[in-house]
């Protein structure tokens, strides 16, 4: 069974520029659900997207934007980036429909905004 | 909405010591618990998950949680600790509908040799 894996690991960017983000689902996976973690707190949900259509919105701005694709795999955008935005962005794959499944998560791509 | 506290920020124990984490959570309506680990540099692996049935559940590693309804807890628990558990746990807790998943703010693990 294959993973969560994102990429890049790591990224560094400037403050205002726009950063896109990449999610491969674990195989089976139906359901996509991106997290930022901050440094020393929990990961906060961001959104979730199912069937390639959004399907939940944390309290992020519309600066954070998604898509996921036929294949499951999603992206995750953000424009405008800020100083704050600096945080590891966390990709989970899940199976809506099947109990309440579990969250696989990925090893996260880390954001540093300058 | 759902909220969760972790209310160690750090635990130190020895090894081979049994060691509780403490998590609470805050729900108005039936919840599904989850216990995470993250190890340095690396993403969140699910523990355990309790979803019904039995309070008392195991998960990988040893470890195992007791989900309590009337005192909304639910407690990680570990009989003896070993250098390689050193990390940081979540708690998190889920609605049936399942869409966002509520986490604390981490309790960090040092397992002292």
């Known amino acids: 069974e294959t993973g969560v894996t994102q990429s890049p690991t790591h990224l560094i960017k400037t403050r205002g520029q726009q950063v896109t983000l990449r999610c491969s689902s674990q195989s089976g996976h139906n359901t996509v659900s991106w997290y930022q973690q901050a440094l020393g707190q929990g990961p906060q949900f961001i959104f979730q997207y199912y069937r390639e259509e959004e399907n939940g919105r944390g309290n992020f701005p519309p600066r954070f934007s998604g898509l996921q694709f036929p294949n499951y795999s999603s992206e995750l955008n953000v424009n405008a980036l800020e100083l704050d935005d600096s945080a590891l962005y966390l990709c989970?794959?899940?199976?809506?429909?099947?109990?309440?499944?579990?969250?696989?998560f990925g090893n996260g791509t880390r954001l540093t905004v300058t | 909405a759902q909220s969760v506290t972790q209310l160690d920020s750090q635990v130190p124990v020895f090894e081979e010591a049994p060691v509780e984490l403490r998590c609470n959570y805050s729900?108005?309506?039936?919840?599904?618990l989850f216990w995470y680990v993250q190890y340095p540099n690396q993403g969140l692996q699910l523990l355990l998950k309790?979803?019904?049935?039995?309070?008392l559940v195991k998960g990988i590693n040893g470890f195992e949680a007791e989900f309590n309804k009337s005192q909304t807890s639910f407690h990680l628990r570990k009989p003896s600790v070993h250098i390689s558990d050193t990390a940081e746990y979540f708690c998190a807790v889920s609605d049936s509908g399942g869409n966002q998943f509520y986490f604390g703010t981490g309790t960090s693990l040092t397992v002292i040799p």
């Open positions: 309790y979803l019904s049935g039995s309070t």
């Open positions: 989970a794959s899940s199976l809506v429909g099947v109990g309440n499944s579990p969250l696989h």
């Open positions: 729900s108005s309506v039936s919840v599904y």
